[in-house]
């Protein structure tokens, strides 16, 4: 499977609690591909705002290339870094919601650039509250652990 990452400014990027080294990462309109494997259970993205818009979109792709995940709000995000945060069994605290979809990205809702080519059906994402740094993960076998419910 491939994991597409676009964070304006800049990310790193966690699969099941490691920490993926690709290029694109550093820059706001490049796009970060990692390979991951068919069994991943977990996405993370570490996002930094230096400034002005700011968004995450992503999308994960099977073998096929057909798209299996996008950035939407089945993601959780913070902007508190907690220990094990990208791992499976982290348990969620209150800092911790769905995803909030933000539209002051005006480029990312054009098909152009580096997010050519990414699902229709992505949003840009992050916190509700604008954070300049947020942490955003994906449980992509439905068994998310929260201390919410």
Not at 36 to 51: A, D, F
Request: charged share 25%.
């Amino acid at each position: 499977m491939k994991f597409d990452v676009i964070c304006d400014d800049v990310s790193t990027i966690y699969v099941d609690g490691e920490q993926k080294e690709t290029s694109g990462t550093q820059v706001w309109n490049e796009k970060a591909s990692v390979l991951i494997p068919g069994n991943t259970q977990v996405v993370g993205i570490k996002c930094y705002n230096s400034g002005g818009p700011y968004g995450i979109m992503a999308q994960i792709k099977d073998s096929s290339n057909r798209v299996v995940a996008v950035s939407d709000d089945s993601w959780h995000c913070s902007n508190s870094e907690e220990d094990g945060w990208s791992t499976l069994d982290f348990v969620e605290g209150e800092s911790w919601k769905p995803a909030a979809y933000y539209n002051g990205q005006p480029p990312y809702k054009q098909d152009i650039g580096a997010w050519k080519g990414m699902s229709p059906n992505k949003r840009v994402i992050w916190t509700e509250t604008g954070d300049a740094t947020v942490f955003c993960r994906k449980v992509l076998n439905g068994k998310e652990k929260s201390s919410r419910f």
